[in-house]
Structures are given as structure tokens and as C-alpha cells.
């Protein structure tokens, strides 16, 4: 499989590089989101491609705002990406890319927990609560949560990494109307979407999502949305509270990172062949748990 770690399309003005994504600007109102096989861990970007990666990611955002589409307005055109570029320019996009209506972000990002991990776990550790929220007492590490949390971030700068707020700082930054119904939505985006995993043998641990406005003050589901990099899945058959589960994802290169002596800042190390592929295959995986089909060249 070919891999890209960079895009270079000279047709379209660059917006910028995310971490993952690459972004364009197609007119004045809508943008190319070109999903890359760049990796981020601990916030810091790989020096390696992880082949297939950004395919993997784009059709399983796709599967999701289709089976989503009901609950709340997403960013998607359905303009084809080939149709923006130019002819050369066609293999950097096929299968990888977007064009979505280009949105006003809302800088806090809409996390929901159904299961007590990471951040969380270690929050939960400390004070008995998650971002404020207190939880009952006596929780084991990735046990279900009694029911969903909501814990909003505010989205960093490139580089820094997200940091959580309580529901109260969120009603501040961006107003009480709007927080709730982001609240709400993600929430209800996060059950419709666990049930559905549920029947595919995954557990969606917890997962973020990032909304925009449209010029009409619209709220729109943008960015990615339950993909392996912005949730944790948990296969559901080698489940067991009190441990950390594997996950579909990052898992092998986080933890060989834990492995070294390296201050999780910029430059990253580099990657062995070994734990490429094994996350490669990972990524593959879960696509097709999820999905149940191959990922389309
Ligand atoms: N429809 C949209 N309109 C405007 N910005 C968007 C839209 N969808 C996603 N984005 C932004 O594009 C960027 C995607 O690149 P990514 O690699 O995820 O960046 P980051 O490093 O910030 O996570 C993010 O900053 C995201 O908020
Ligand atoms: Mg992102």
C-alpha cells in the first residue's frame, strides 16, 4: 500500500497542516480535508508513515456521519475530492479526503465517556471525580460508567496539548445555550453510535467530537468523527474491568514510547518496521470489525 505522509497540491490555496489533516481551501466556503498516514502520540507527530492509515480514517468519519446523519447536521458536500484538484493531483486524494462546508470551529471539543480510562482514570484516581464530575466510589479501571459523561477540552495550538474544562468554563467561552446543546448532541451521537458497535463486538470506551458553525449559527458535526484516533475501541469479547483493554488503535506505538527515555515533546523517535506494522494492522482491524467491509482502495 502506498503511503503519504505529506500532501503537496498546488491547485488549492493550503489553509494548513493539523497534526493528521491536511486542509485546503475549495472557494470561499467549503474545504479539502485531506487525511494523511501521519501518526500523533502524546500530541507529538511520527517521522514515520503508518501505510493506509489516513484511508482508514476518512471511510470509517464517512461510515459514521451516514449512520449519524439523523441526529445533527454534518459537515459533508458530497462533492467528490478528485473533482477539486487538479489530474495530478488525483492519487493524493482518492479514498483519503473530503470536501466539507467550511465551518467556524467552536474551540471546545465535545468528549464523552462511557467507560472510566486514561485521563479520566487518573482524574477519577485523584479526586474521586472527572472534570468535576463526581462519580461513585470504588470504580475499577475501565469499568462502565453508570451512565455517559460529558467532558469538554478546550482544543489546543498546534503543539499544546487539550485541556479539560468544567461544564461551567465551557458555558462561559462559548455561551449556556450552545453548551448544552453540544452537551446533548454529543451524548446522544455517543449512545446511538455505542449501541450500533455493540453489535459488532467493539466497545466504544469514550470518544471526541468537534463542532462548527455554519454562517446561519447552524451547529454542524465536523472534523472526524469516531474514528481510532479520536476514540479508544475496546473489542468487547477480551473485555474485563480492573485492566487496561488493548485497543484498536495507537496502542504499539504508545507503548513502545513508554518504553523510552523521551519527554513526549517534539522531536519524536524514531519508529522500528515492527511497530508499524503492527498498528497498521490494527487500524486495518478495526475498519472491518466495525464496518464489516474491507477498506476500499
Ligand atoms: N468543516 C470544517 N471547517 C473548518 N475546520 C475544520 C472542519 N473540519 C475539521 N476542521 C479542522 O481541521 C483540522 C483538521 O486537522 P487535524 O490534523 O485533525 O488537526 P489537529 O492537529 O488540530 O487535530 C482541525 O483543526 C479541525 O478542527
Ligand atoms: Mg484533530
Excluded at 462533492?79 to 493531483?89: G, I, K, N, Q, T
Aim: charged share 25%; aromatic share 8%.
Amino acid at each position: 500500500m502506498n503511503s503519504l505522509y505529506q500532501t503537496s497540491i498546488h491547485s488549492l490555496p493550503l489553509l494548513g497542516h493539523g497534526k493528521v489533516r491536511d486542509n485546503y481551501a475549495v472557494g470561499d466556503d467549503k474545504i479539502l480535508i485531506v487525511t494523511t498516514d501521519r501518526l500523533s502520540a502524546f500530541d507529538v507527530v511520527m517521522n514515520e508513515p503508518i501505510p493506509g492509515k489516513g484511508k482508514v480514517l476518512n471511510q470509517m468519519s464517512d461510515f459514521w456521519f451516514e449512520k449519524l446523519g439523523h441526529i445533527v447536521p454534518n459537515h459533508l458536500t458530497g462533492v467528490a475530492p478528485e473533482s477539486v484538484v487538479a489530474p495530478e493531483e488525483v492519487a493524493q486524494v482518492q479514498g483519503r479526503a473530503v470536501v466539507a462546508k467550511r465551518l467556524k470551529p467552536i474551540m471546545v471539543e465535545a468528549v464523552v465517556r462511557g467507560y472510566i480510562i486514561g485521563s479520566g482514570w487518573k482524574d477519577y484516581q485523584d479526586t474521586g471525580s472527572i472534570c468535576g464530575i463526581k462519580l461513585p466510589a470504588g470504580l475499577q479501571q475501565a469499568e462502565k460508567l453508570p451512565e455517559p459523561i460529558f467532558t469538554p477540552a478546550a482544543k489546543a495550538e498546534l503543539g499544546e496539548h487539550d485541556e479539560n474544562i468544567s461544564f461551567a468554563e465551557m458555558e462561559e467561552r462559548i455561551g449556556a445555550e450552545l453548551a448544552a446543546k453540544m452537551r446533548d448532541v454529543a451524548i446522544a451521537l455517543y449512545q446511538t453510535a455505542a449501541e450500533y458497535a455493540a453489535t459488532r463486538g467493539i466497545i466504544i470506551a469514550d470518544t471526541k467530537f468537534e463542532f462548527g458553525l455554519d454562517d446561519n449559527g447552524v451547529m454542524h458535526l465536523m472534523d472526524e468523527v469516531l474514528t481510532a484516533d479520536s476514540s479508544r475501541f475496546w473489542p468487547a469479547d477480551s473485555y474485563q474491568p480492573g485492566i487496561s483493554p488493548p485497543s484498536f488503535d495507537k496502542q504499539f506505538v504508545r507503548d513502545y514510547l513508554e518504553t523510552l527515555t523521551w519527554g513526549k515533546t517534539a522531536p519524536a523517535p524514531a519508529l522500528p518496521a515492527d511497530v508499524i506494522e503492527k498498528t497498521q494492522a490494527k487500524y486495518f482491524e478495526a475498519i472491518e470489525r466495525l464496518t464489516g467491509e474491507k477498506l476500499k482502495a
